[in-house]
């Protein structure tokens, strides 16, 4: 019975047409790689976040090893050292065990300040000296000068370029010589104490340059031309310095500070266009010893940029472009959120010509009722 059950069995197989097994292994095999996608997939959930935590805690550590370095024995020479962000930085440095230079032209307020950074000093030791010097004059005094610094100081450890001015007000009220100032001044007055230094520097294989443009060197802002175009000749200025002295070991760090409260915004404000006043009002305004805390901080981690506030980010994130900078997360930042910030950046000069629209029919209206 059996026997005959199982040959009926055996016909019946045979005589039924075999259904298509290949469509069967197909299926097998598709569920198999779906689940060694989704496993992986899986896997990629743990992998990311895992890397970005330790890619964030790698950063901080190495930001909060190197910016705990003495400065004991280096010599920091600060431009614009005798006020404003410059006097704070040549403080934060004494602090840190530096042999300070202040640089600027005015030689009671170098005097004066000369004695504030002494009180921040943590060594007997410590050397604390200022010279007068125009940074925008001929190049050759220049040089003379920072040749003879040395000579006092020993070699240039660090310069930090913070001679700067801005004169506020539309194009066609700015004087060609505030123009021409506003150029000398704020780049090329940075670019010829750069080129008195970094022949040292490179020949000792060490050294940080600092240079300061500021948010609106970023971006051009109304009432700020020849100032923006200064501030964003800066930017090309650091990168191709960055190329040409990466591999002799060199840092260099461009600053982008929004308003801070110094005697020079003080100045400032006395010609500043309303429509200037309320757009720079959005990034906010600093104290000069947190920015110059931060600037030191980013140039000895060896950030090349170095920014202060939400829109400092903002702005410098949307800008990276080709800066090199290549902290981790700072890199993660910049390649999600261009796109997006490129509409957060919109919408602010939306709102910024508005501003400028309202400005002008306000100065239009009192013009009228005079
Ligand atoms: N304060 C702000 O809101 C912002 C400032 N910045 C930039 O930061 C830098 C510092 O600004 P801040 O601290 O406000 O400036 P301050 O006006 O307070 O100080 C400027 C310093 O530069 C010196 N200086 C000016 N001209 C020359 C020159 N030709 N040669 C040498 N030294 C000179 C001044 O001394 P003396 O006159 O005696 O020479 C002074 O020590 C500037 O480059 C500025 O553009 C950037 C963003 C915002
Ligand atoms: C993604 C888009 C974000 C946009 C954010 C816009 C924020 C605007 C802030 C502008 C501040 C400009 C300060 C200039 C300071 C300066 O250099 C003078 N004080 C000179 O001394």
Sequence with gaps: MKMNIFIIYQIDRSTVPKRPSVNSEKFTKMMDSLFQLSESVCCLWYIIPGLIIVGVFYDYISYKTLTSVSLKDKHVLITGGSSGIGKSFACEAARKGANVTLVARDKDKLKAAELEVKKCCIYASQRIFSCSVDVSGPYDRVEDSFADIEKDGGPIFMLTNFAGA???????????????????????????????????????????????????????????CPYSAAKFALKGFAEALYMEVKHSGLKVTLAFPADVDTPGFAEEEKSKPKETRLICQSGGLFHPDVV????????????????????????????????????????????????????????????????????REERNKSKKAE
């Design 166 to 224: 801005a004169v506020c007000g539309v194009l066609e009220d700015t004087s060609p010589a505030d123009i021409r100032k506003m150029l000398d001044l704020n780049c090329l007055g940075s670019i010829q104490t750069t080129r008195a230094t970094i022949e040292g520097m490179k020949s000792r294989g060490e050294g940080h340059i600092i240079l300061t443009s500021s948010l609106a060197g970023l971006f051009g802002i109304y009432g700020f």
């Design 292 to 359: 110059a805390r931060k600037i030191l901080n980013d140039s000895l981690a060896g950030y090349f940029t170095s920014y202060i506030g939400l829109d400092g980010f903002l702005l410098t994130t949307l800008n990276a472009g080709m800066s090199q900078d290549y902290s981790f997360v700072r890199l993660l930042l910049q390649v999600f959120l261009t796109g997006p910030l490129r509409l957060v950046a919109v919408l602010y000069q939306l709102s910024f010509f508005r501003i400028i629209k309202k400005c």
